[in-house]
């Protein structure tokens, strides 16, 4: 079957992405899904920074690659034997496959699952196979999904099932903004009622952490990010408080309106220096938790003797710790019902033709969801 994807053949052209054009749009095919596998015709997907890191080479990838990751859609036809997924099911996707059978994914741990990863680091399907071919080349898979595409082929373990009535172009962000930044706040954060907390970053993932934060009962919820117009816009979302991490005392500012700092820190900015003031504001016995993917050559630098002497704790978020089969219906409900509007982060509506100039929009901030919806 053919399909159309965006195709990037090299990474690390320069900027502006409107007149480099590192995606290009072409015509490619898809074989015929074998077992535990299924076709699925996209409805919606997101421009996500994990995109964008992997288009300017901070991330790099296999090339060539049909990007994307974020997206949801309905399957039209699953591979012989399969009995989880049905043609017409509406279906959200999933960035890391899971095997359901290594040490992580049986200690309840899906978003680490091991060939999950080295199927995503070599560009294939879990199955550790390519379905996608381009101008007589195959074609790599980016992260189980290449969700910038008519349709793609796909496992089934990279998809969870969601009800028909939820509006597809919102499901497409509870499959990476909703779970890497809900998740990070109340499943690696594990946020109690009445807590004070800081989001650092208020990108697309940063500002659905601050939803969940506010969701989960947070007492104060602090918006940090460099961008003023952020800030503010946090503030309308229902943050109590929002600051610049750079202007002078910005850690005992904090500390002044939490009485020593916050229980919880959420850095999603994916830079060293936010993670620094995310653990500067963290009160004694508090969590700072990071699930921001800064370049892989960035180190960190921190006393460690807070560690001990302040009980305090420093983990990492991936895929916001989440078991995807719980967390995406989870969260899906709690948008139905309003206590997740993620809607107000779509901030733009583009069509597939228009990937680069929404790619140089997000790379110059001037937007925090754009979502493609697809005809």
């Known amino acids: 079957m053919k399909t159309r994807i965006a195709l990037l053949r090299e990474m690390g052209l320069p ?24 076709r699925v015709k996209l409805a919606a997907a997101g421009l996500c920074h994990s995109d964008l890191s992997t288009i300017n080479a901070d991330r790099p990838r296999v090339m060539p690659m049909a ?26 996707m999933v960035f890391v496959p899971s095997c359901g059978h290594c040490v992580p994914c049986a200690e309840g741990r899906p978003a680490l699952c091991e060939p999950g990863a080295a199927a995503n680091g070599a560009g294939t399907l879990i199955s550790g196979e390519k379905r996608l071919s381009a101008e007589g080349e195959t074609i790599n898979h980016h992260l189980g999904v290449s969700a910038f595409s008519d349709r793609v082929i796909v496992s089934e373990n990279s998809c969870v099932k969601i009800d028909d009535d939820i509006p597809l172009d919102r499901a497409a962000l509870l499959g990476c903004a909703v779970l890497t930044g809900v998740g990070a706040v109340l499943n690696s ?41 952020k800030r503010d816009f946090a503030l309308e979302l229902g943050a109590t408080h929002a600051i610049d991490p750079t202007e002078e005392g910005a850690v005992e500012t904090v500390k002044g309106w939490t009485s020593g700092g916050v229980d919880l820190a959420v850095e ?49 978020s991936y895929v916001g710790s989440c078991v995807p089969v719980r967390d995406i219906p989870r969260y899906a409900a709690m948008m139905m019902k309003g206590q997740l509007p993620i809607e107000k982060l779509m901030t733009h509506t583009i069509k597939l033709e228009d990937i680069n100039e929404g790619f140089e929009r997000l790379a110059a901030g001037k937007a925090i969801r754009q979502v493609i919806v697809f005809d």
């Open 15 to 38: 900027r502006p992405y409107t007149e480099s054009r590192p995606l290009e749009i072409v015509e490619a095919t898809l074989e015929a899904p074998e077992p535990g596998e299924m």
């Open 268 to 316: 999603l900015a994916g830079a060293v220096p936010a993670l620094k003031y995310a653990y500067a504001i963290t009160r004694r016995g508090g969590t700072t938790v990071t699930a921001g993917l800064p370049h892989p050559e960035a180190e960190l630098s921190f006393p460690p003797v807070s560690l001990t002497a302040e009980e305090r704790v420093l983990k990492g």
């Open 67 to 92: 990007i994307g990751h974020e997206a949801a859609g309905i399957v039209e036809e699953v591979g012989p034997g399969a009995s989880r997924f049905a043609p017409g099911d509406h279906v959200v």
């Open 189 to 229: 954060g594990a946020l109690r009622p009445g807590q004070d907390v800081a989001v650092i970053g208020l990108g697309g993932v940063g500002l659905a952490g601050l939803l969940g934060a506010i969701a989960g009962g947070a007492r104060r919820v602090i918006a940090v990010d460099l961008a003023k117009d």
